[in-house]
Nanobody, 115 residues
């Protein structure tokens, strides 16, 4: 089992920044991929960004140039630095951990971008 604990969500004005963190604990294996997904009201969950244990990253087109994903393998923690936030970034953000045979989700953290 793997437990994922997210933190860092909140309310921010358009153009502002937030940093999300997700700490994984339990049976951590490598290689693995950690990432962030989000789900806005009435919409399907979508990928935001992912990063492998080797450091390879992928981003949704909608966040390229604004969001940066990173990780600290020693701490089993993944981060999402979100800059130039827009109202359309408002959603519940979920941390995700996966290997070839297992996948786990965090409980989600709310990000609201509003003036």
């Amino acid at each position: 089992q793997v437990q994922l604990v997210e933190s860092g969500g909140g309310l921010v004005q358009p153009g502002g920044s937030l940093r999300l963190s997700c700490a994984a604990s339990g049976s951590i294996f490598r290689p693995n991929t950690m990432g962030w997904y989000r789900q806005a009201p009435g919409k399907e969950r979508e990928v935001v960004a992912t990063i492998t244990s080797g450091g390879s990253t992928n981003y949704a087109d909608s966040v390229k140039g604004r969001f940066t994903i990173s990780r600290d393998n020693a701490k089993n923690t993944v981060y999402l630095q979100m800059n130039v936030l827009k109202p359309e970034d408002t959603a519940v953000y979920y941390c995700h951990y996966s290997t070839y045979v297992r996948a786990y989700w965090g409980q989600g953290t709310q990000v609201t971008v509003s003036s």
